[in-house]
């Protein structure tokens, strides 16, 4: 297969950790241009999966290509030049907390383009950070001063700060307020679309996945049970799908994406028909 | 070799202002040496030219941006892609200020920074002394409310802070009582009078080294270790955590740590004297013919008492002063991880700083009372 058409490349891979098998057999590909949702119950392995395919973790069997490299077999000196190609936001920011924002963006900047000089440098800095949607202000200050939701934003303009094609998100909506959360999907997907990004987002959120998401994986019985489109997964009858989907969360955020979409549908003067939801409510529960 | 961005002016046919037309990739990769150029280029235009671009990026973008604003030229040639990203700067840049991080030219910042220093000195002794203070009062709360006392706590710090330290400090000190007695062998020699080795040995280890060095290798195990407990734990909102709860970080983790070393300091001072003492009698026995028993028992007759009640009356004080050192420290903690190497370090160093200190006063005093 082609590097092209799947950025990510998953085949076989097993992780073990001392008699706890986490991943068994798991196989994955990640279109280009998408944006890919993993989601599973806490301790099936999603973040685990990730390190695995940034080449964090060395898994025990199996293949993982990335851009066409494979990571599993790569030395860390050898595959320096995917690293320039991803970026990765890690669950709290993982800001460097020595650095202000500003210089926290410029250290991927420095490491692989050196010759790029300090104005410019400060400059892709600055534009990265009001890029991710802080203010101007930011940029001088330290991760210690910035709240949680613009720690997050600070991590992803540091992770955007090579023009990456791989974007690792994840949990990016944890811990921020409903608005926060809203507002953070819309600049992923924004920027997804502006950067022709290939999104791989491990989220809980579940209007994160109807929202911004074109596909979804399912990570249960330490594999990637499913993927694709809430819909096709939906017409799935296995029990932790269906549960995750079809439970009290899951129904609120159908219905409210369904909403969403009416009334875009309304504003932009196409006319619905009969069917404005009305499920809403555990009276199938 | 990696392609790179390129770019030349080309003069309008009309007279006016020229265009600035760019070829090649314009892409994070590209772009180093072009923008030196570009940053060094006097001549003006008034339109900029993008239609020999391969690929471009957000770096391309803003640099096409960045120029088509400081020079009020208009961009033309961009395909559909280059649009998008040179709309998306445009909107982020736009009434957005340039903000830098203050900095102060050298010959005002190193006189400013010196003057931090000194400022951050003064209110550091006030803190420890204020330090000091709320540990004497919770130790006071304590004694009016003793049920709630840390025994565990205390007991688990006497065991880090003590019982496992025997094997270094053990060690430590019978080689310094082998450098003692070797070295004092050597010029006891010249006079014949090696036979008050045992005098040098005896009076040296108990008055002086034992506990100096015990509380200096207590400072670099112990008081490090506070210091960074307690400093991670800041960070991690832990002793915050513990404030809401209703438990006193003072009660609950600085006590144990000063009591503990407090209490293990005068039997480590012994144990490393007596260490030391054997580690003399050792040495004496192989080079010098003094029986190693005969040594021993020399050692009653020629100590007096005293030399043992100095030892173990600065111990105590050395120890309050390296677990007050690391736990001030460690508490003092916040920001971020740099912070807990840095006041790590300050702990160490102020801890063994003062230990030598005091020592200097205590030897002067104990003179002076009559304990020579």
């Known amino acids: 297969m082609s590097e092209g058409e799947f950025p990510i490349r998953v085949r076989g891979v097993r992780n073990v950790f001392g008699s706890h098998v986490i991943h068994d057999g798991l196989d994955l590909d990640v279109r280009k241009g998408e944006i890919l949702g993993v989601v599973g119950g806490s301790g099936t392995g999603k ?85 991710s949607g802080l203010p101007a202000e930011a940029t001088a200050k330290y991760p210690s001063e910035l709240s949680g939701g613009m720690k997050k934003r600070a991590g992803l303009a540091r992770a955007l700060a090579l023009d990456p094609e791989l974007l690792f998100l994840d949990e990016p909506t944890a811990g921020l307020d409903p608005i926060g959360a809203a507002a953070f999907d819309q600049l992923i997907l924004n920027l997804q679309q502006t950067l022709d990004l290939t999104v791989f987002l491990i989220t809980h959120d579940l209007d994160t996945l109807y929202e911004i998401c074109d596909r979804v994986a399912v990570i249960a019985d330490r594999k990637v049970i499913a993927v694709g489109t809430i819909p096709e997964l939906l017409a799935l009858d296995h029990p932790w799908i269906q549960e995750y989907f079809n439970g009290p969360r899951g129904r609120a955020a159908q219905d409210s994406q369904v909403r969403h979409d009416a009334v875009k549908a309304q504003i932009s003067g196409e006319t619905i028909s009969n069917d404005t939801p009305s499920r809403a409510g555990p009276d199938e529960a | 070799m990696r392609e790179l961005t390129d770019f030349n002016l080309v003069p309008a046919d009309n007279g006016g202002a020229a265009t600035l037309a760019f070829s090649g990739p314009m892409t994070v990769a590209s772009l180093g040496a072009a923008d030196t150029r570009l940053r060094n280029l006097s001549d003006s235009f008034n339109e900029i030219d993008i239609s020999g ?140 009078a090696e036979i008050y080795i045992v005098n040098l040995v005896g009076r040296l280890t108990l008055r002086e080294l034992g506990v100096l060095m015990t509380a200096i290798m207590v400072a670099g195990r112990s008081g490090s270790a506070f210091a960074a407990q307690l400093g991670t734990m800041k960070l991690t909102e832990e002793v915050d955590a513990m404030r809401t709860i209703g438990v006193s970080p003072m009660e609950s983790l600085v006590l144990p740590r000063i009591l503990a070393t407090m209490i293990m300091m005068p039997l480590l001072g012994f144990y490393s004297a007596f260490v030391g003492i054997v580690g003399g009698a050792f040495l004496s026995s192989i080079t010098l013919g003094i029986p190693f028993f005969t040594f021993l028992a020399r050692i009653q007759e020629v100590v007096p008492l005293h030399d ?44 063994i700083f003062t230990v030598i200190v005091l020592d200097a006063f205590f030897a002067v005093f104990f003179t002076n009372i009559g304990w020579g």
């Open chain 2, 53 to 192: 671009v391969t690929r471009i990026d957000t770096v391309g973008a803003w640099t096409v941006w960045r120029l088509s604003r400081d020079h009020d030229a208009k961009i033309t040639g961009c395909s559909d892609e280059a649009q998008k990203l040179v709309d998306a700067i445009s909107k982020a840049d736009s009434n957005a200020e340039d903000v830098r991080a203050p900095r102060l030219p050298l010959l005002t910042r190193v006189p400013a920074h010196v003057g931090e220093v000194m400022i951050d000195l003064g209110r550091g002794m006030l803190q420890v002394v204020g330090f000091l203070g709320q540990i004497i009062l919770s130790a006071g709360t304590l004694i009016r409310h003793p049920g709630r006392f840390r025994m565990k706590a205390l007991v688990h710090q006497m065991e880090l802070v003590g019982v496992n330290s025997l094997a270094i400090i053990g060690l430590m000190s019978f080689l310094v009582g082998i450098v003692i007695a070797q070295q004092g062998a050597v010029q006891l020699r010249q006079f014949g």
């Open chain 1, 47 to 131: 973040s685990v999966l990730m390190r695995t395919i940034i080449g964090l973790q060395i898994p025990d069997a199996g293949e993982v290509e990335v851009l066409g490299d494979t990571i599993t077999d790569a030395r860390d000196d050898a595959d320096i030049d995917i690293r320039s190609r991803w970026g990765v936001l890690f669950q709290g920011g993982a800001l460097f907390s020595t650095l202000t924002v500003a210089e926290n963006v410029e250290v991927p900047l420095r490491e692989f383009f050196p010759e790029i000089t300090d104005e410019l440098r400060h400059e892709i800095a600055r534009y990265k950070v009001l890029l």
């Open chain 2, 308 to 351: 043992v009640w100095v030892g173990v009356t600065k111990a105590p004080v050395f120890g309050l002063i390296v677990a007050l050192a690391g736990c001030y420290q460690g508490m003092q903690v916040k920001n971020n991880a740099e912070e807990v190497g840095a006041r790590t370090t300050a702990a160490v160093v102020m801890a």
